[in-house]
């Protein structure tokens, strides 16, 4: 099984942590000179190799690590990420029945709140827990190696070992839920089945079926409310949190443009577009195109009518605009990565296209673990 290398010396926790401390009380009124906290931090490194986040500081931490999302276009709401704090957690099944109550609260009866659960940190002594799977909810995906018939293509690989480690399997339909695999301290990863109550799901229907044709209620297309990455380690001044699913909202584009449409996910242009009626015999008909705008109008569409959260892409960049001058007036610096904020649609017609960012990573943050990918595809589960 893989080795993690999150293991630093004293040396780069302390700068780590003088910096982070240094930022902590700059941005938080009333914390007052760091002096004190900055000297009891060193007192506590000195003597166990660590130190212990204060609840306030674990906040903003995880607030700041969302600002610090260069990928992310969402970030405008970042001050207002609900943490719950679960650092006393190491089992897999209290992690588990957490990650669940977490989707619980996140999705909010429709109303999605962007939440993080925090779980055990690293420790000189040994890792922390870690969430295999790549989100809280996730499709499963059948098939053998070289074709995935239903499903979600992305998960088969865990869809797989997970079978061999003798999950019964789902119904067999496209949207089957997969279990959630946690590996705890000292323990092996873990599979949990996923509470229905837990992952509200919305079916698809495209807009102009309501009035007339059928909207595409045949296809039983649906999908998950709330995204909440689960694979990606929190860092707040040199501590690793390796277990800290969050989560925002959608935007419809994740799901119309990528999830649904990309040629290895479900790929179902070709499809949508021969139900359009359109000619699919020649890429310059544009049907790809047009498939793509009804696609995401479905999406749209279909989360308003559940009255789940959702954006659209005009939106939420013009949001992000107004991230970026927000952030301007505060005299700080926003790093971005251009190819992921520009939409996977119509980039040209939102403004966040017709401009330039720097990408720059800076800490607190959340980061890729090495293996990640491996883990969430099942690798060495069996
Ligand atoms: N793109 C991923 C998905 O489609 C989710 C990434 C996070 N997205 C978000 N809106 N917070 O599931």
Redesign the pocket.
């Known amino acids: 099984m893989e080795i993690l290398q999150r293991r630093s010396t004293t040396a780069q926790v302390w700068g780590a942590a003088e910096e982070f401390i240094r930022l902590f009380h700059r941005e938080t009124p009333g914390a007052g000179d760091p002096r004190t906290r900055l000297a009891a931090v060193r007192a506590e490194l000195a003597e166990s190799g660590t130190y212990r986040h204060t609840p306030q500081e674990l906040v903003h931490g995880a607030r700041v690590a969302w600002r610090n999302s260069n990928r ?1 276009i ?1 970030r405008l709401y970042w001050n207002s990420l609900r943490v719950r704090d679960r650092r006393g957690l190491t089992d897999s099944d209290a992690i588990a029945a957490e990650c669940f109550e977490h989707l619980r609260e996140a999705t909010n009866g429709g109303r999605v709140r962007p939440t993080i659960t925090v779980f055990a940190p690293d420790t000189p002594q040994s890792p922390g827990p870690l969430i295999w799977s790549e ?1 809280l909810v996730r499709y499963a995906g059948y098939g053998d190696h070289h074709s995935v018939t239903v499903g979600d293509a992305r998960n088969a690989p865990l869809t797989e070992a997970l079978l061999r480690l003798g999950w019964s399997g789902g119904a067999g339909t496209p949207f089957d839920l997969l279990p959630l695999v946690v590996q705890g301290v000292d323990d092996k990863p873990r599979w949990f089945d996923t509470p229905a109550d837990a992952a509200l799901e919305v079916p698809i229907r495209h807009p102009d079926g309501d009035g007339g044709g059928d909207g595409w209620a045949d296809w039983g297309l649906r999908w998950h409310a709330v ?1 909440a ?1 689960s694979n990606m380690c929190l860092e707040i001044g040199g501590i690793h949190y390796p277990a800290a699913p969050f ?5 419809g584009t ?2 119309g443009a ?2 649904l449409a990309d040629a290895d996910r479900y790929n179902l242009l070709p499809a949508v577009g021969r139900r359009l009626g359109l000619d699919t015999s020649s890429d310059r008909s544009l049907w790809k195109d047009r498939a793509l705008v009804e696609l995401n109008r479905a999406v749209l569409h279909s989360f308003d009518r559940a009255e789940v959260t959702i ?1 659209d892409h005009h939106t939420e960049s013009r949001r992000f605009l107004t991230h970026l001058e927000r952030e301007e007036r505060r005299g700080r610096d926003v790093g971005a990565d251009w190819s992921w904020i520009v939409p996977p649609i119509s980039g040209s017609a939102t403004p966040v296209f017709h401009r330039t960012y720097e990408d720059r990573q800076v800490s607190p943050a959340y980061v890729h673990h090495p293996g990640a990918q491996d883990r969430a595809q099942g690798r060495d589960l069996v």
């Open positions: 992310c969402g989100q995204p990455i989560n925002g909202w959608y935007m994740e799901i990528r999830n954006a």
